[in-house]
């Protein structure tokens, strides 16, 4: 019995608006007295959304700008943002690229005419992270795969691995995700002067939200390069030839360097000095020991070669924060890779999502903390967490028709909600092993210490708090939510296998 056209349509647009209902409950925060919390004040409990220090240096940015009509940070902010800052000439700023930190301005200014601004800054995120999941499944239909089971594979990214987590917090995982899927997207297209001057926009905006976005976007500005250039064989000789256009990109780059030029000049000092190589304050934070290269001249480095070995084990299956632990749905994502390279029409794709995910495991592994300081799950592998589910969606499509295939999907996305699903709605910070082991007490170093928070009926949803708190347990929400999501994407499979069939006809 095939579905109808018209009720499948009706089905999408209903799971679509289910699912910006469930992104929602990312947003941490409590309701006190009236009002909620966290609005005005800096508290910094942990489970709320001021507990990790890469979200308050952030937050405590876009508040300076508006507020002080500053870069740098007063008492009350340096403080909220420590061990976060850097120093210059008795000034203190932060120690993270201005990129997120800009890009909540607007929602800040519209939060603060409601009282809410906290909430509304926090909102960048939650938006960001939709569009993330539309992209996901953008990239897995041109693939190959149709339009139901792509956004399974959108649906996977972002409620199946550690990005929900960090949807609820105000760190640039998400946002640099954005931004590599949409260079990814740009670079299959045939090359014009206007995609290849929004290429470099793309690439100027990615390295506002972080550094090592560049080495994460090189891949694709290797492709496109390339794309540029021609060969015409002729009897006697070769010929090569290149497309000027190319220099669009670096056009549409140019204002970006300026400002991040101006920007670290203004606080750190010179256009070409990062905050992260003035290192954080020795008022706040031990300073990172100096590295000194052959000449003698001391610099700081944060990638280390002889980091890569333990690094790549911890960023993948360790259960400290190993990418396939936390989401074992990923692993699908590698044979889904194959698939696509083996069918030949996507195969560029193929070696454009390959090779992303292991330029981003190769600097992440070499970084000095390859495990992201008090993190839940590999916070740093969220790219390529993306680039594998796009494996996911047509890995599902290439096995629609296999029994024995889906039951081991349900299985393995179905532990894979559930671990994020807690990550969400407790914390995300949890110490890695070697810190967690010499507290007193020993504390647990992986997702299990979620799991004892829900048990303690300790939830740190807003929507939860403000709603559901005196409804329902704290058990039995993180099961109904998980549940939810199992429902949508059943249900989304048999549509796909109906539209296969139908196809197939």
């Avoid at 109808?4 to 929602?24: A, Q, R």
């Avoid at 691995?161 to 640099?176: C, D, E, F, I, K």
């Avoid at 497309?243 to 204002?255: D, E, N, S, T």
């Avoid at 996911?392 to 909600?417: A, D, R, T």
Wanted: contains cysteine; positive net charge; hydrophobic residues 45%.
């Amino acid at each position: 019995m095939f579905i109808s056209k018209n009720l499948k349509k009706i089905i999408g647009i209903f799971f679509l608006i289910l699912i910006c209902f469930l992104l929602l409950f990312a947003i941490k925060g409590n309701k006190s007295g009236e009002n909620i919390e966290f609005q005005s004040s800096y508290d910094r409990v942990t489970g709320g959304p001021f507990e990790s220090s890469g979200s308050t240096s952030r937050y405590a940015l876009t508040q300076a700008i508006v507020e002080n009509n500053s870069l740098f940070f007063n008492f009350s902010q340096t403080e909220f943002a420590a061990p976060d800052v850097a120093d210059s000439d008795g000034k203190y700023f932060s120690i993270f690229t201005p990129g997120v930190s800009i890009l909540g301005i607007p929602l800040y200014l519209l939060g603060k005419a409601v009282g809410t601004p906290q909430l509304f800054t926090y909102f960048l995120n939650i938006i960001i992270a939709l569009i993330d999941l539309l992209l996901v499944a953008k990239l897995t239909r041109k693939a190959g795969a149709n339009a139901y089971t792509s956004l399974v594979s959108g649906i996977v990214f972002v409620f199946a691995t550690n990005l929900l987590p960090y949807a609820g917090s105000y760190t640039q995982h998400v946002a640099s995700s954005c931004l590599i899927l949409l260079g990814l997207l740009n670079a299959l297209e045939d090359r014009t002067f206007m995609r290849d001057l929004v290429l470099g926009i793309l690439v100027g905006i990615g390295l506002l939200l972080d550094i090592p976005n560049i080495f994460l976007l090189f891949p694709i500005l290797i492709y496109v390069f390339v794309k540029h250039i021609y060969v015409n064989k002729y009897e006697y000789k070769t010929k090569f030839s290149f497309r000027l256009i190319f220099f669009g990109v670096l056009l549409g780059l140019l204002p970006f360097l300026i400002f991040f030029g101006w920007y670290n000049y203004k606080t750190a000092g010179s256009a070409f000095k990062l905050a992260q190589f003035v290192g954080r304050s020795r008022i706040y934070a031990q300073q990172d020991v100096p590295t000194t290269n052959e000449n003698g001249l001391k610099f700081n480095s944060p990638f280390k070669t002889r980091n890569q070995l333990l690094g790549s084990y911890i960023l993948t299956v360790s259960s400290e924060r190993g990418v396939f632990y936390y989401s074992p749905i990923l692993i699908l994502g590698l044979i889904g890779f194959y698939l696509i390279f083996k069918n030949g029409k996507s195969r560029n794709l193929s070696y454009l999502l390959f090779s992303i995910s292991l330029m981003d495991l190769i600097v992440y592994s070499m970084f000095s903390d390859y495990h992201g300081g008090w993190a839940f799950g590999s916070r740093y592998m969220i790219p390529a967490e993306a680039m594998l589910s796009v494996g996911v969606g047509y890995f599902l499509q290439h096995y629609l028709k296999s029994v024995k295939v889906l039951i081991i999907f349900l299985v393995l996305v179905s532990y894979s909600v559930f671990i994020n699903t807690l990550g969400a709605m407790t914390t995300t910070n949890i110490p890695p092993k070697a810190e967690a082991i010499t507290l007193p007490p020993p504390a647990t170093y992986t997702y299990k210490y979620n799991m004892n928070l829900v048990k303690e009926n300790n939830i740190n949803s807003l929507i939860y708090n403000l709603v559901f708190q005196n409804k329902i347990s704290a058990q039995s929400f993180v099961y109904v939510y998980a549940g939810l999501l199992i429902l949508i994407i059943t249900s989304l499979q048999i549509i796909a296998l109906d539209e296969q069939r139908k196809s197939n006809m």
